[in-house]
């Protein structure tokens, strides 16, 4: 469940129904100021809500201070084992402190720093993770390791409650997705405050940023957690962030920028659409506006799955079509389709609509005509996934092949009967 507390770190709200808040950490030294501070208007530019930097010695937290006051998002101080450290973050103005009370010292040192962030109105994150959990703990870590962590979690959270410091959020988590997922649903249950979500040490770009999307998605599709951070194995911070706000656009959390829909292409395909797409990504990338583009391989079903984008392109050997909310615009040879498709959406965010010349978009509408009647009878996966629909809508699961198959003239299940048979797309 949601939280019902929140915290509030540097102005940005963090649970309570407040929208799931993008952190992540530098890789930096946080002492080399420079290399710090380019990361941060780095990962703030991506954005990146919140960040956090490790202090592991003093010259960092003389850092701090001037990285606090540089810094265009708020920052939270790492530490560990020290917690002279987080006394001196604290002092050094950050906006956060986030610390493990199992490694910091004992008792004594977490509630001499909890007095200092009262005072000082600092919020903390506590939390555990589950390579580190308490001694007394490591039996039922054997036994079961998500009870394990959420029952750190949970003393941490009693011992904090006895300091009568409340000011905080908690995570836990574990290397494990299943048990990060399990965990984390146990201890919402359980604790009324926000929770900072993250797979430890997830991986690299490409399996970390899934391992993350697995894990963290299906918790905040529960609506549990209140930020997130991915780790990955990669220098490049802003990397962590561009997951994170792909993870809140997927499932519909937060809006940020365009999205890019894309079909996965087949035999179909009639031109190279592994560069157009990573160059209308790349192109996209500089539009702050939550538009939607379209990519399809092919004009075979129309404008079909994708008549709800704002924009999009649809490609055949030599000619494309631009089309705007399942209307043809017009249709352009096919090496101008990306500059063409990026031109109608400047011209409609200037103009703040999409410009239609009726008889250019009479010629494209045509032109999609032909290419669907000429190729009705294809059994494209978007018409195998119609028919499957039409199919079980009727339950009828032996008419299948011929069930609702939109416009057939004829059924071309072999290669040899296929109009498309044999073609290759070509290499721009
Ligand atoms: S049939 Fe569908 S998946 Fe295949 S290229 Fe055309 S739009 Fe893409």
């Known amino acids: 469940m949601a ?17 799931v808040a993008v952190q992540t950490m530098t890789k930096t030294e946080t002492a080399n ?44 101080a790492d530490i560990h084992f020290n917690h002279t450290l987080a006394l001196k973050s604290i002092d050094a103005g950050a906006h956060c402190i986030r610390l493990n009370p199992g490694n910091i010292g004992g008792p004594e040192k977490v509630a001499e720093v909890a007095d200092k962030a009262r005072a000082a109105g600092t919020p903390m994150r506590i939390g555990v993770n589950s390579g580190s959990l308490p001694k007394h703990l490591h039996t039922l870590e054997r036994e079961n390791p998500v009870e394990a962590l959420v029952t750190a979690g949970v003393e941490f959270v009693q011992l904090m409650e006895r300091l009568e410091f409340t000011d905080f959020k908690v995570s836990i988590k574990s290397t494990n997705v299943p048990y990060t997922i399990a965990a984390n649903r146990l201890l919402s249950e359980r604790i009324p405050y926000p929770l900072h979500l993250g797979i430890t040490e997830a991986g690299t770009r ?39 706000w792909e ?16 079909c996965p292409t087949c035999g179909r395909l009639q031109f190279d659409m592994d560069t157009v797409v990573a160059e209308i990504e790349e192109r996209l990338r500089q539009y702050e506006d939550p538009i939607e583009v379209a990519v399809l391989g092919c004009a075979v079903n129309g404008i079909g799955e994708a008549s709800h984008a704002d924009f999009g392109i649809t490609g055949a050997k030599n000619e494309g079509l631009i089309f705007a909310h399942g209307k043809p615009i017009r249709k352009v040879p096919q090496d101008e389709l990306v500059d063409a498709l990026f031109t109608e959406i400047d011209r409609s965010i200037d103009r703040g609509a999409v410009v239609v010349d009726e008889h250019e978009a009479a010629e494209g509408a045509e032109w999609l005509e032909k290419i669907e009647e000429e190729n009705a009878g294809e059994m ?17 699961g032996e008419s299948l092949p011929m069930a609702g198959a939109p416009k057939a003239k004829r059924i071309t299940l072999g290669e040899e009967e296929s109009p498309t048979a044999g073609r290759r797309f070509t290499r721009a």
């Open 33 to 76: 100021l420079a290399a710090t501070m380019a990361q941060i208007r780095t990962v703030a530019d991506a954005g990146a809500d919140l960040v956090r930097v490790a202090v592991p010695r003093d010259k960092d937290v003389e850092a701090l201070k001037t990285i606090v006051e540089e810094s265009p998002i708020p920052v939270i």
């Open 206 to 244: 490409w399996s970390g940023s899934l391992k993350s999307a697995v894990g963290l998605g299906t918790l905040l599709a529960d609506g549990i957690g209140d930020t997130i951070r991915i780790s990955l194995s990669t220098f490049h911070a802003e990397e962590e962030v561009k997951v994170a």
């Open 247 to 262: 993870i809140l656009k997927a499932l519909k959390l937060r809006e940020r920028g365009p999205v890019l829909i894309a």
């Open 3 to 19: 939280s019902q507390r929140h915290v509030t770190v540097g102005g940005v709200q963090i649970g309570g129904g407040a929208p």
């Open 380 to 396: 494209t996966p978007e018409r195998i996934a119609a028919m499957e629909a039409a199919a079980a809508t009727e339950g009828n």
